[in-house]
């Protein structure tokens, strides 16, 4: 069992998710983050039920460009925050996030669209 991979929701509006390891870990565990986020006011999902508010933040080992943690603050952060569990659980680096294809029009495209910012 991974404990740093385990997600969490809180089910306010808007929602609020997160999984992994957070800032605040990471410098007691001495660990220097990357981080890119993605805006839900661009996403096209978010714009057609006009959920705009909010972000998908991504955080990346600096060394190894792997996934350590995120958070979700915005629409689909219950559905957005499983993926992004199974990236950190797995250490999927930056790459291999940015390369997948998520649907359209689906919040989750944000995910990989933050990750191609960092190449």
Known sequence: MNFDAVPA??????????VGIMPSVAKER?????????????????????????????FFDSKTMQLVGAWVVG?????LIGELGIAAM???????????????????EGISKAARKLL
């Not at 629409?75 to 559905?79: F, P, T």
């Open 9 to 18: 929701t809180v089910f306010t509006f808007p929602e609020i998710a997160y």
């Open 30 to 58: 001495n660990i220097e983050l990357v981080e890119s986020a993605y805006q839900l006011k661009v996403d096209s999902r978010a714009q057609i039920f006009n959920e705009m508010e909010g972000e998908i933040r991504m």
């Open 75 to 79: 629409i689909d952060a219950d559905n």
């Open 90 to 108: 797995n250490r999927l680096n930056v790459k291999e996030i940015a390369a997948f294809a998520n649907q359209h029009p689906m919040a989750s």
